[in-house]
């Protein structure tokens, strides 16, 4: 075999794992090409498509993802990777705005890339020694922002297993027992949160043993914000049935209305009955780093844990969750299993730098890195920069559709999402007509349709409450600015005239 | 500002999301450079060190991690970035066999780098098309390697929430009331599995609210194996207590000494007693590719459902751990909630390509193309080749050591755990000394803080029982030969011979 076969794009791959210079390089060179070309840049490139869609039967024959007996040469490898950049959603580009996470942020980006290279483990000091001080620096910056005088913390593999934390740290810190003994003996415990919460929380409750039912979802107001005389009823009528309260999750930026608890009169009620306060602000924490947006989350600091996402208002890459709590040591009381292979106290280094115990997890990616590229990079002046210009782009989308005819807000945005309906000229001045709820419902999922077939952005929409299908646009990527607000009004307005 | 100030490495990073050709590709060409010399070939370069060790508080001064009120130049961050990657621990270095992952697999790295670019979140077709449908394809061939004849399946954030999730599904499939109404009025629920079993059966036990003492521990034999006839007697007793037998977890590869439960033994007593068998093959799953040691496993077809980490054996970079069960549906019945602004039902597609609800996360990366990549370079036969490499390797190791002076295996291995004492020649001929396994237990950790400090290797060391600390071999980079397997023989001799 010629050096070139050896060498070239026409070799094949082999099956060793480690890096060969003289096998890779050219396959490595030639991939990091592709991606920086059509998976970052031209991914972000507002002239190109968000989605090149199509169905799913199609897309398994036109990628053909079977793996088979024989491998591959690094030619064919490379031709696959360039169908799947093709072919997937290009959630960096400044016209998706259909999810709480967007954007592709560079720093961001290259954090991770390093993070991949290194492959870390972050449970102990001694596998990732820069990691586990990387978190607690990160961590640490973080709970004083929350307003945390003292804390513990880690990150989580989402906030839906950061709202999980919360809830098993109340029920432990309330029933130390559990631990050893299990919830059999103990009665029924409840909590409580919005109707318009996440819906982690349910899955928590199911999965912790509380069961859907003992998750009392108390009323929200018009602006989608807990009501909280509600919240002391539902807490009195738990108690007269003899069940255990034990826990509020309020939520700072509800996934859908973006609305904000009021958490320093939840904070109130749970002081005076003794209850955990878990603050969900896994999508609207991001503000805390405005001076001018921060007081939606007045009485964060009052919260007993926190859950926030830097991968959502903060566009950090996917995942990276952190989750706080001002208890020092009980998140290794609650988790701890003390296994004796990993953390081994024999070490001739300070044990107390491998906190792998107080996670559920054991193996755990260091999703530390990204962030504080990012933070690094642009300093905390910087992203307070990004949550002041999202919060600007909210607002002058809200002001592009608040008088244009066909638009209609559902209300007014509190975090940045803002959440409106399209009433195409066949639907107007017909509000009164009994069909028309049903008809409205009907608008949204198709210019939904009509927007993914053709590329030229993606929102997403949903019904709420008694609520027919409304759009709701969201921001995190600070590339948007005026004109993109604008695009995406006209869009609408185009896909959806005729209907 | 000249051009040049705004490309080049000068240039402060900036505060806005989304890449700009002009102002990031220089440091972008940068960074990938230093990544690929610096993370990939020389952080695998047997001629260079696993680890540059430095204590924590000296670590902390010598990178200045803190975050700053202000951002930073492309340069300064460059730099920063070159110190993360100096002082990380190499764990795709061949010498670095100290956890249950390691390697740097070229193709694994290629695919996590094409995830993270694209960033998606696996829950739904619409955000997810590519992952979507390569997700059924890898658990597809996954299952049917196991030997599932139909299955369901998911990608979990590490071998612990996967085991979680076995703990959860046969729970809910014997007291499915339990997702509305909770465990508390249902009496002591009792899970079983083996003493050295994975912490995380523990950890579960207590998330799920049975509580530590609820996992009954069994007996192993003299091989680190369950002892089955002790399984009968615990299920027996747990029953005569009045409570509730429902799961049996067995371990495929256990952590410390790779023991191989006898899962169809076990599988007759599940069957017997009506109880969920999860296989937790975490660890030793992989050798499921290699028809010449797949028999450890017999009877894991049997299995309600199992634990699978490509990242472990098969050397995916972290983390790719996958649940299969064969219970169709039975994910989501458990788990569903149901979300109306995700998982809408009016989309204008078979939304049966919206997995996301069977799953306790909401976000959820995408852990299989890195996966998909390597299998799909490799074929199932490369898969196997590399299975197979590690398996000679190990017993290459345990041969080099069985009649080498000082050495003592603590049992034959059975996956590519060698499990095994040094002696020093201070110890050597003194076994009956009452003082013997003392000063034993002493030695592995004074040799593991001396290959840390040289930087010659990394090995694990721990106690199990009664036996004092014992290193413990572990191989998944099938980039090691048998010239590593002598070196790391002389090494901990080298280090270790004046102790």
Sequence with gaps: MSSQDENGLGAPCG?????????????LKETLQLLVEN????????????????????????????????????AALLAYLRGVIRYSVKTGHPYFINQLFSSLDVYGLVGQWVTDALNPSVYTYEVAPVFTIMENEVLSNMASIVGYSQHDGLFAPGGSMANMYGMLLARYRRFPEIKRSGVSGLGRLVAFTSVDAHYSNTKSAMTLGLGADNLVLVNVDEEGRMDVDHLKECIARTKQDGALPFLVTATAGTTVLGAYDPLDAIADVCQAEGLWLHADAAWGGGALLSPKHKHKLRGIH??????????????????????????????????????????????????????????????????????????????????????????????????????????????????????????????????????????????????????????????????????????????????????????????????????
């Excluded at 840049?41 to 989605?51: I, L, S, Y």
Aim: net charge neutral.
């Design 15 to 27: 099956w060793r794992s480690g890096p060969d210079i003289s096998h890779h390089s050219v396959f």
């Design 302 to 499: 009052r919260s007993d844990s926190v859950t926030w996402n830097p991968h959502k208002l903060l566009a950090a890459p996917q995942q990276c969750s952190v989750f706080l709590t001002r208890h020092l040591g009980l998140l290794t009381q609650c988790n701890s299993a003390s296994a004796p292979y990993l953390f081994q106290k024999d070490k001739f280094y300070d044990t107390k730098y491998d906190v792998g115990d107080k996670h559920l997890q054991c193996g755990r990616r260091a999703d530390v890195l990204k962030f504080w590229t990012m933070w690094k990079a642009k300093g905390t002046k910087g992203l307070e920069r990004h949550i002041d210009h999202l919060f600007e782009m909210t607002k002058f989308f809200t002001e592009t559709i608040r008088d244009r005819e066909g638009f209609r807000l559902v209300l007014e945005p509190q975090c940045t999402n803002v959440c409106f309906w399209y009433e195409p000229p066949s639907l107007r001045g017909k509000r009164n007509h009994e069909q028309y709820p049903q008809l409205l419902n009907n608008v949204a999922p198709r210019i939904k349709e009509r927007m993914v077939k053709t590329g030229a952005m993606m929102i997403t929409y949903q019904p709420l409450h008694s609520r027919p299908n409304f759009f709701r646009l969201v921001l995190q990527n600070s590339q948007v600015n005026a004109e993109d607000m604008k695009y995406f009004a006209n869009q609408i307005e185009v896909l959806g005239r005729d209907l």
């Design 39 to 74: 998976a970052v840049f031209q991914a972000t490139d507002r002239n190109n498509k968000v989605v090149e869609w199509v169905e799913p039967e199609e897309l398994e024959e036109q990628l053909d993802l079977r793996l088979g007996e024989e491998g591959i040469t690094h």
